[in-house]
């Protein structure tokens, strides 16, 4: 019985342990970030080193809010978070409601409305969402090859999405009517989209994958996806037109620095 109890404990321990591993942030050491020459910041003549020294003292790689998922950084299993859920009834991190709801409140104010098209996605959605779309483009007659790169390049595999932080958001405004609504970067010429695209940073959101940023980012040009940095983060990589892989990269940098 005594054996039995002690094997029990040990097997809560371990399962406490690994749940505080997946929800603990990524560590410096996990990250794959761009070297310093990479980083192209598109509002601004500013040297990296320039950059580095104008980052908010607060920016730091264990900020949960700034969590890099793609590509190169890809999860292993669900995250856990407390829910909170959009009028439409998409489910989001908690945790920032308050800014969420804001965002949304401001833009009502000036006569944009939204819906949530997408937010948290379990990896099992997303890996069902990547072949609904690569299925599609087969029966609309492309190729095997074609179908798989077209819905690369907008569909992220099941691991590799930044849906999965519960901080990301596909948002489609009502004056936006064409292509049966469907998520197409003709969207971008909306106001709607103009307007989160100019002031969604004030509420903490970036629009995350810009214009010109396809080769940092992974991913073509997608007005009406955003993702919530935190405040201070939004406004500095809105300012200098950085991607949150730069930003990382910058604040990597930093860190590295000050190592030495």
């Given amino acids: 019985m005594r054996h039995l109890k002690k094997k029990n404990?040990?097997?809560?321990?371990?399962?406490?342990?690994?749940?505080?591993?997946?929800?603990?942030?990524?560590?410096?050491?996990?990250?794959t970030l761009l070297e310093a020459e990479d980083i192209e910041p598109l509002y601004s003549d500013l040297t990296t080193e320039e950059l580095i020294k104008a980052l908010p003292e607060?920016?730091?790689?264990?900020?949960?809010?700034?969590?890099l998922i793609n590509r190169e950084n890809r999860i292993e299993a669900d995250l856990h978070?407390?829910?909170?859920?959009?009028?439409?009834?998409?489910?989001?991190?908690?945790?920032?409601?308050?800014?969420?709801?804001?965002?949304?409140?401001?833009?009502?104010?000036?006569?944009?409305?939204?819906?949530?098209?997408?937010?948290?996605?379990?990896?099992?959605?997303?890996?069902?969402?990547?072949?609904?779309?690569?299925?599609?483009y087969i029966n609309e007659g492309y190729s095997e090859a074609d179908a798989f790169y077209m819905t690369d390049m907008f569909v992220a595999p099941s691991d590799a999405t930044e849906h999965s932080t519960g901080l990301a958001f596909d948002l489609l405004g009502y004056d936006y009517n064409e292509y049966g609504r469907d998520l197409h970067q003709v969207y971008g010429q909306y106001g709607s989209a103009i307007w989160l695209a100019e002031n969604s940073q004030d509420y903490g959101f970036v629009l995350r994958y810009m214009q010109g940023k396809t080769h940092i980012t992974g991913y073509e040009y997608e007005p009406w996806h955003f993702r919530f940095v935190g405040v201070e983060h939004a406004q500095f990589m809105h300012e200098y037109g950085l991607s949150l892989e730069e930003y990382l990269s910058l604040i990597n940098l930093r860190e590295e620095q000050a190592d030495r």
């Fill in 81 to 136: 978070m407390e829910f909170a859920a959009t009028a439409s009834g998409h489910y989001y991190d908690a945790a920032i409601r308050d800014d969420f709801n804001a965002l949304i409140t401001a833009a009502e104010e000036v006569g944009y409305h939204y819906q949530t098209i997408s937010a948290y996605r379990t990896m099992a959605y997303q890996a069902a969402n990547f072949d609904g779309r690569y299925y599609g």
């Fill in 58 to 67: 607060s920016a730091s790689l264990d900020d949960p809010n700034l969590m």
């Fill in 9 to 31: 404990l040990v097997l809560s321990l371990l399962s406490i342990l690994l749940t505080l591993m997946m929800m603990a942030p990524q560590s410096a050491a996990a990250l």
